[in-house]
């Protein structure tokens, strides 16, 4: 069983940033590519970015692209979410996501095995 805790969000005014943090235990956190999904009120669960194993592959969702990057450090079992260039769209929970084998897409939460409680990021006009 893999637990993964979200950490780092808060209130922001638009135009600053944040950084998300997601620490996993009970498993090997090197095995596992990880993702980053968000979800606002009455909305469905998108997806924001995507890291492989070695961090070597990374993909951006079409509305955060340019302005988030996705990061891990596997010594720490830790993977990060820069958020710049904030606007109140962005507002949502923010979810974690580990997957331990090869899927056909990364985009889906179906793709994922484990996921976090959430962390709840909100930017203001």
Do not use: H
């Amino acid at each position: 069983q893999v637990q993964l805790v979200e950490s780092g969000g808060g209130l922001v005014q638009a135009g600053g940033s944040l950084r998300l943090s997601c620490a996993a235990s009970g498993g090997t956190f090197s095995s596992y590519a990880m993702g980053w999904f968000r979800q606002a009120p009455g909305k469905e669960r998108e997806f924001v970015s995507f890291i492989n194993v070695i961090g070597s592959i990374r993909y951006y969702g079409d509305s955060v692209k340019g302005r988030f990057t996705i990061s891990r450090d596997n010594a720490k079992n830790t993977v990060y979410l820069q958020m710049n260039s904030l606007k109140p769209e962005d507002t949502a929970v923010y979810y974690c996501a580990a997957r331990s084998a090869v899927r056909s897409t990364y985009r889906s939460t179906l793709g994922y095995d484990y996921w976090g409680q959430g962390t709840q990021v909100t930017v203001s006009s």
